[in-house]
């Protein structure tokens, strides 16, 4: 940046007190700071870099106190750059307010390739950091071995198991394989069947892979507990919230068996615990509608499942599925692979992860590896009137959720509205509305009557409470 901008800068900080994802003060009135390392690791390890800006005391309510000596900081800041792998290059600039000296020093990003960027004299395990908020976190094993794993290219989904033979695979699975993948692709119609399964990643030595354990065994779970999902439907809005009957979870349950049957007995549960309504479309047909499309579901679950992370560090997570009153929220073991960011969600192919699991998947049907699944998500919701969806890329965890009207009918209300009003709004029926919309937030709190002491008369409308 130039002067006049870390003046500005400067200024706004020492005003409004803060700090941020990509900036950090540091006093530096009397000496170089001498913990710069956990800093310069964490902006190298983002892609937007960061900013550390010396002068600005935080513990004495963010004052510019300006810096001991501008050339000999730069030295230092250096000096301790130096001692980085990969080595940091930050950007300095110096100006001065009211005849206080300031320093900044842009750390840029490093190439994912190259991350995570260290501190040497803690290595590798105990010198990386990652920003989280305005602070520096020491990264955890797991997100050190996933920009290793990205590196070295580290095929998960390839693992061998030592102990597990082809015979211990199902012979009706491996046989229906087998004859897609020989109509599917031509090159292997005649070559010989342990051969096109070693080719294809199920087996290797005629011992299981991963891959092949999990979409050919009928118990995979024998070996691995956690390579399931678990299910649950929340009362509330919040998890640890009860019903007035005192029950947390309206339904529970856990799926396991191999990939197909836990891909299809999830989506059963989520149907099941959503709300349903039947409508008579432009054909005059009666269909069902569901709180969320069942074609967004599907995806969600299945990009949960075979992107998931399936390394050592994540054996002990499952896939989670919650439900809640005004969402609904999926989880996977396994952040974002590669260099793709949530902006690119969508609009850009991404790297694959688990590509030996991917490629079966495709072949025997389940999925398209068309780097479809993202737009398919977003269109279905905004075919429904809802939301679009969420993504979120949490430290290790990838996490979509589906929002429901729940919290747009109170938007909608604050204006009294009828039941009949508010059943348009919805697109649904006003006895539905009235069950599974109204009354809930009329007994949360969040809705009230115009008309409390006549509670069914025609003439009566609801209005927000809260917002």
């Not at 009666?286 to 054996?315: C, G, Q, T, W």
């Not at 279905?380 to 009207?405: S, T």
């Not at 209300?413 to 809930?440: G, H, W």
Request: charged fraction near 25%; charge should be negative; glycine fraction near 6%.
């Amino acid at each position: 940046m130039d002067k006049i901008a870390l003046i500005k800068l400067a200024l706004e900080i020492s005003e409004n007190r803060y700090e941020t994802q990509n900036l950090e003060v540091k006093s530096a009135k009397i000496d170089c700071p001498k913990r710069l390392y956990d800093t310069l690791s964490s902006f190298s390890n983002q892609d937007s870099g960061g900013t550390i800006l010396f002068g600005i005391d935080e513990e004495n309510d963010f004052a510019i106190v300006g810096v001991y000596n501008a050339h000999d900081l730069q030295k230092r800041i250096s000096e301790q750059c130096e001692q980085m792998e990969p080595i940091c290059r930050p950007l300095f600039t110096v100006a001065e307010i009211e005849g206080k000296t300031i320093v900044s020093a842009e750390v840029p990003s490093i190439d994912f390739a190259e991350r995570p960027c260290f501190y040497k004299g803690k290595g590798v395990t105990k010198g990386s950091y990652i920003r989280v908020g305005d602070s520096d976190s020491p990264m955890t094993s797991y997100e050190v071995y996933r920009y290793e794993a990205y590196r070295k290219q580290a095929r998960d989904d390839l693992r061998i198991l030592e102990n597990i033979s082809l015979e211990q695979l199902n012979t009706q699975k491996i046989t229906k394989f087998l004859e897609l993948a020989k109509t599917d692709k031509a090159n292997l119609s005649n070559v010989e069947d342990k051969k096109v399964l070693e080719l294809l990643g199920i087996i290797h030595n005629g011992r299981a892979t991963l891959t092949g354990w999990i979409l050919f065994n009928d118990y995979p779970q024998s070996i691995f507990p956690q390579f399931g999902i678990t299910a649950v439907v929340v009362p509330g809005t919040q998890m640890g919230e009860t019903n007035t009957q005192g029950v947390r979870f309206i339904d529970n349950k856990r799926f396991d068996g191999d990939f197909q049957t836990i891909l299809d007995g999830t989506e059963k549960f989520i149907i099941r615990n959503m709300q349903n309504n039947t409508i008579i479309n432009d054909e005059g047909k009666r269909a069902d509608k569901y709180e969320y499309p069942i074609r967004a579901i599907r995806e969600i679950l299945l990009n949960a499942l075979m992107h998931r992370d399936y390394s050592v560090f994540s054996e002990s997570m499952p896939v989670a599925v919650e439900m809640y009153r005004d969402r609904l929220e999926i989880t996977n073991p396994g952040g974002l692979y590669g260099r793709i960011n949530i902006s690119d969600l969508g609009k850009t192919k991404t790297e694959v992860r688990n590509v030996t699991l991917v490629n079966a998947l495709e072949i025997l049907g389940v999925a398209e590896n068309r780097h479809s699944g993202i737009p398919t998500i977003r269109l279905e919701m905004e075919k429904n009137n809802l939301p679009l969806p969420v993504f979120k890329d949490c430290r290790g965890e990838f996490k979509v959720i589906l929002y429901n009207h729940f919290n747009d009918i109170q938007e909608f209300c604050q204006k009294p509205r009828s039941r009949l009003e508010i059943a348009e709004f919805l697109k649904c029926t006003p006895d539905y509305a009235m069950a599974n919309k109204i009354v809930p937030l009329l007994e949360e709190g969040k809705l009230a009557m115009t008309m409390p002491h006549k509670p069914k008369s025609k003439l009566q409308k609801y209005y927000s409470l809260v917002l």
